[in-house]
């Protein structure tokens, strides 16, 4: 039987694991979402270049975060 996988976007995971704030969050999203360009930037690009997160901070949290999701 196949292992149920739980996906969780990335701001949850930043917010859950203590790498970002609630308020830092929704800073980024609303610059995501105001920046009216058809493809939006992506969320860790945005936050990084906030200063919200370190580039090598973020990269360990997708890593820990793909392992949990996908058992690697």
Do not use: C, D, P, W
């Amino acid at each position: 039987m196949a292992k149920k996988v739980k996906h969780m976007k990335l701001a949850t995971y930043l917010i859950e694991n203590g790498y970002m704030t609630v308020e830092q969050a929704q800073e980024v999203m609303k610059e995501q979402e105001g920046s009216g360009a058809k493809r939006k930037e992506r969320f860790g690009r945005i936050a990084v270049k906030k200063g919200f997160i370190s580039e090598n901070k973020l990269n360990q949290a997708v890593l820990k975060k793909e392992r949990e999701e996908f058992g690697y």
